[in-house]
């Protein structure tokens, strides 16, 4: 009698910790499958090709991911400013940004050089030096502060808008009041012309032109067009002084918290969507060019001479912000400029 007491305690016991090892279990199971919310966040329009690419993005990693990552999308700065952006990034409020370089440099201050004036040639040297050596450098530096790098994207070729006065040398910025980029290197470079910069974030811009704040500001035609900038304008001077790539990263802090098989989704973004990205923006470009023109916006592309004369005027900017950067700076320059 005794004997099988302790028999059916023992199974009793057994079948219970059989439970306990299924429950335990089913709830792991459960956990792992939870839905992750990833918040993108950036000042691009709606309607752009820069949208296109994120949504484009976005079913990659839900699909990819088995819909365990919901993403969701933060347009036209509905989040805030760049700089704003990018410190919540590197917090983890924010999952994802997608912005500028020199955006991302006002914590990762190497990067500021990447949109030193007349740095490269063409877009495709811009691609090859980016997509080559300065990935791996790029990628290391923002790992260092914060953040994961996912993918490159396109802004453009920066050039001059002006209100009133048309632009054809160095000396007839002098005296300009322009809207800058929050960096250290657009900053740098508006006052090797003589302009002098006003910091102002991308909600506050069209704005601050209508009243006067600022004379002028420099971006791409199609960044212009998305913004309705252009319509505070009456001149362009097709400059291309200052190749912008995008960027997209991932909050460090979030992304090394998920499990191996869906950072390797974050890792594993189609070629064809960085490189149809880019062309989608730069297929665009003559289209807006006879458009600004449309618009009575008179339109200068300068000749090889009044481009050698604003190369002459910004040569230091480079070396000069380097320097404030440190050796990192001066090292990803140094790659930049195929050394």
């Given at each position: ?43 691009a329009p709606e309607g752009t090709p820069w949208e296109k690419q994120l ?285």
């Open positions: 009698m005794k004997r099988t007491t302790r028999i059916t305690l023992l199974l009793a016991a057994l079948s219970a910790a059989t439970c306990l090892i299924l429950i335990v279990g089913g709830e792991q199971s459960a956990g792992a499958q939870e839905t992750i919310t990833m918040k993108i966040a950036t000042v949504r484009s993005f976005k079913r990659h990693v839900e699909e990819g991911s088995g819909g365990r990552i919901r993403v969701k999308m933060f347009m036209g700065g509905s989040l805030g400013g760049e700089k704003t952006l990018v410190r919540r990034t590197a917090q983890g409020t924010i999952q994802c940004f997608g912005g500028s370089t020199a955006a991302l440099g006002s914590i990762v201050d190497e990067l500021n050089v990447i949109e030193a004036p007349y740095l490269f040639s063409s877009e495709q040297a811009a691609d090859r030096i980016l997509d080559g050596a300065a990935k791996d450098i790029v990628a290391r530096a923002v790992s260092a502060r914060g953040f994961h790098f996912g993918f490159w994207a396109e802004n453009g070729f920066r050039s001059w808008f002006t209100r009133e006065r048309p632009i054809r040398t160095p000396q007839d910025m002098r005296g300009l009041r322009m809207r800058s980029q929050e960096a250290l290197v657009h900053l740098e470079t508006y006052r090797a012309v003589g302009a002098s910069p006003v910091a102002i974030d991308v909600t506050n811009v069209l704005t601050s032109l209508q009243t006067g704040v600022v004379d002028g500001f420099d971006n791409t035609p199609l960044f212009s067009f998305a913004t309705s900038w252009y319509q505070a304008a009456h001149h362009l001077n097709l400059s291309q002084h200052s190749y912008q790539p995008g960027i997209i990263v991932y909050s460090k802090t979030w992304y090394d918290a998920l499990p191996a098989d869906l950072r390797a989704v974050l890792d594993s973004v189609p070629a064809d969507l960085i490189t149809d990205g880019r062309r989608s923006v730069r297929q665009m470009e003559p289209i807006l060019l006879r458009n600004l023109e449309r618009r009575q916006i008179q339109v200068h592309r300068p000749s090889a001479g009044e481009r050698a004369a604003f190369v002459a005027a910004t040569a230091g900017v480079a070396d000069r912000v380097a320097r404030k950067t440190g050796p990192n700076g001066r090292n990803l320059l140094r790659v930049l400029r195929g050394r």
